[in-house]
C-alpha cells in the first residue's frame, strides 16, 4: 500500500512526467527498498554537511528536472574523497541547466545488476533482472516476470541470466547475497503492484549486489502521461 508520503511525491511529480531521484529513492525508501545513505543538497555548504554524514569518499549527481540522463550531461561524479573535490564537483554541476541542487549519495560496490519495472498494456505491472551497468543495452542479458513475485520467480530469474556466473561467485570471487536480492526483488514487485495507476517504467541502474547487501545506486520513475498533456 502507498504511503501518503510515496502519494504525495507521486502527484507531485506528474506534471513534470518524472519523479527526481532523491525523491525517487525516498518512494522506495517508504517502500523499504534498500538505498544507499544519502542528502538532497541545495547549497555547498549543505553538500558539505551531507558528505561528512553519509561519509567520504561520496558520489556527487545533479538534481535538475530538466535532466533525465544524468549521465549524458557529465552530471555525475564519482569518487569524490574531500571538502575541496566536493566543492569542486558542486561548482561544476551547479552550471548545468535547471539546476536544483546535488544528490550526496553513499559510494556502493559490488556486482552491477539492473532492475525494473513496465506498466504492459496487455499484461500489467511485470519486473525485469538482468546484469547491469553501462553494457546493458549491448549484452540484452535479462529476464522478465509478471509482478507480483515469489522467491521461487527469483531464483528461476536469476538463473535464467547467462551472466549467472558473475551472481555466483567467478574466479574466486565471492557469491552476492542472493537472499537479499530476493528480497529486494519480491519488495519492489509489491511497489509496482501498488504504484500500477501512476507509473509508465522504472529503471534501476545499478542494483549493486554484493555478498552483504543489494542496493539502489541510481533510479528513474518515469510515470504515465496525463489526460490531454499531449505527452507520448
Not at 16 to 25: N, Q, S
Not at 76 to 84: D, I, L, R, Y
Not at 116 to 134: R, S
Request: hydrophobic share 45%; with cysteine; aromatic share 6%.
Amino acid at each position: 500500500m502507498l504511503t501518503p508520503k510515496m502519494k504525495e511525491i507521486l502527484e507531485g511529480a506528474k506534471t513534470r512526467g518524472w519523479v527526481l531521484e532523491p525523491e525517487a529513492k525516498t518512494v522506495f525508501k517508504e517502500a523499504g527498498l534498500p538505498i544507499p545513505a544519502f542528502g538532497w543538497a541545495k547549497t555547498e555548504e549543505e553538500a558539505i554537511a551531507s558528505a561528512k554524514t553519509v561519509g567520504f569518499p561520496v558520489v556527487i549527481k545533479v538534481v535538475s528536472p530538466k535532466i533525465i540522463h544524468k549521465s549524458d550531461v557529465g552530471g555525475v561524479v564519482t569518487g569524490v574523497s574531500s571538502e575541496g573535490e566536493l566543492r569542486e564537483a558542486f561548482t561544476r554541476l551547479s552550471r548545468i541547466a535547471g539546476f536544483e541542487g546535488v544528490l550526496v549519495d553513499e559510494t556502493v560496490t559490488g556486482v552491477e545488476l539492473i532492475m525494473g519495472g513496465k506498466n504492459d498494456a496487455q499484461f500489467g505491472p511485470v519486473v525485469l533482472l538482468g546484469i547491469g551497468g553501462t553494457g546493458v543495452e549491448v549484452y540484452n542479458d535479462v529476464a522478465i516476470r509478471m509482478a507480483p513475485l515469489e522467491a521461487r520467480d527469483v531464483a528461476d530469474m536469476t538463473r535464467c541470466l547467462k551472466g549467472y556466473k558473475l551472481l555466483a561467485g567467478y574466479r574466486g570471487q565471492p557469491p552476492i547475497n542472493f537472499e537479499k536480492l530476493t528480497e529486494t526483488l519480491v519488495t519492489f514487485s509489491n511497489l509496482v503492484m501498488d504504484m500500477a495507476a501512476y507509473f509508465e517504467s522504472i529503471d534501476i541502474n545499478p542494483l549493486m549486489c554484493s555478498p552483504e547487501r543489494c542496493v539502489i545506486a541510481d533510479a528513474r520513475i518515469i510515470l504515465k502521461p496525463q489526460e490531454g498533456s499531449g505527452q507520448a
